[in-house]
């Protein structure tokens, strides 16, 4: 018998020993130690021993199970720790792997600058509006001093919903819809797309965008719209922008002017850029017209105003060195990821 314990005691210390997973050291401990283990069942047959045997093989069977016992428990905690340590660095991170990328859109240029625009006259305590896109006749020409046979509906060329209704040719048309609406002082930009039954080529399309401004108040003069759009262009532009204004021909402002900046490639010089003018037009712009104020019911005896209109293509284009306007439509990912 004592042979038997003492071979049972080396089987088991191997079979712990080799035990690699916690069920396997299990498995040894129920076989070796449980109820109907190897050990258990040598003491089970202790009865047929006389009581000095007893004693002894007791306690050689006692002495077993402490030793078994010991090592399950020591071997327990090292397997522990050495299937902590395997799952911890299966479960490592590789900080040098390259990660996986989410691409963002981003904004259209077009819309860039409109938002720097709008940032600019907002700041200065415009307000913006909007107006539709099919327009009234009465609203995009008539009420702005262009009446049927007025030459300059000849340069527009107009998409005609019917003899009355239009799409919009230009922004001016809120001008009117604000005047009705609002009594002065009025401070407004009115942002948003334009038509005009255009060829398509690398400075035309048939739908651009225009933002409009207005501006009516007592006492506004020509210094207030010098004063303004100079400001606006430096803050555009940059601090150093020499503007100056040239007298043009608009029918709903009198006198009238456009905007030019001084070429910032050449400074004045002329180049390609500014096509060797030396200069670059920005905006249309002028004093509303007394007529225009009349028709709103807004007296130009009491009241001025001024107003301007640019385009936001020929701006975009200009920022972001684009020589085809086509380019702006086409929304072609190589195109857009550049901004
Ligand atoms: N509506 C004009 C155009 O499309 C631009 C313009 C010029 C707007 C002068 C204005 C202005 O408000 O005062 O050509």
Avoid at 16 to 25: C, Q
Avoid at 146 to 173: E, W
Avoid at 292 to 300: F, G, N, R, S
Wanted: net charge negative.
């Amino acid at each position: 018998m004592k042979e038997k314990i003492s071979s049972i005691l080396n089987e088991a210390l191997k079979a712990v020993a080799a035990a690699s997973t916690l069920e396997s050291l299990d498995a040894a401990r129920v076989k070796y130690l449980g109820k109907k283990g190897d050990l258990t069942a040598i003491l089970k047959g202790m009865g047929a021993l006389t009581p000095d045997e007893r004693k002894e093989v007791g306690l050689l069977a006692n002495e077993a199970r402490s030793k078994i016992e010991e090592e399950i428990s020591s071997h327990h905690q090292q397997l522990t720790k050495i299937l902590l340590e395997q799952k911890l660095l299966s479960e490592s991170i590789d900080v040098t792997m390259p990660g996986k990328s989410f691409p963002t859109g981003k904004k259209h240029p077009l819309n860039q600058v409109l938002e720097e625009i709008k940032e600019i006259f907002l700041g200065m305590g415009f307000d913006m509006v909007e107006g539709p896109e099919v327009e009234l006749d009465y609203y995009n020409f008539e009420a702005l001093n262009i009446p049927k046979d007025h030459p300059a509906r000849d340069t527009q060329d107009t998409f005609y919903i019917s003899d009355n209704v239009v799409l919009r040719t230009q922004t001016s048309p809120v001008q009117i819809r604000t005047m009705e609406q609002r009594k002065p002082p009025i401070r407004i930009i009115a942002p948003g797309m334009v038509y005009r039954s255009d060829a398509v080529d690398a400075t035309h399309s048939p739908v651009f965008h225009q933002i409009e401004g207005l501006v009516v108040d007592k006492n506004v003069t020509m210094s207030d719209l010098k004063g303004t759009l100079d400001d606006f262009a430096k803050r555009l532009y940059g601090e150093d922008t020499i503007t100056r204004f040239r007298p043009h021909h608009f029918p709903f402002t009198e006198p009238s002017a456009e905007m030019d900046i001084q070429c910032f490639t050449c400074k004045g010089e002329g180049c390609r850029l500014c096509k060797g003018e030396g200069w670059i037009e920005i905006l249309g712009c002028g004093m509303v017209h007394p007529k225009v104020l009349e028709t709103c019911k807004i007296d130009p005896e009491e009241y001025s105003g001024f107003a301007f209109g640019l385009g936001l293509e020929r701006i975009a284009m200009r920022r972001f060195n684009i020589d085809d306007m086509r380019l702006i439509y086409e929304n072609d990912k190589r195109f857009l990821k550049q901004f």
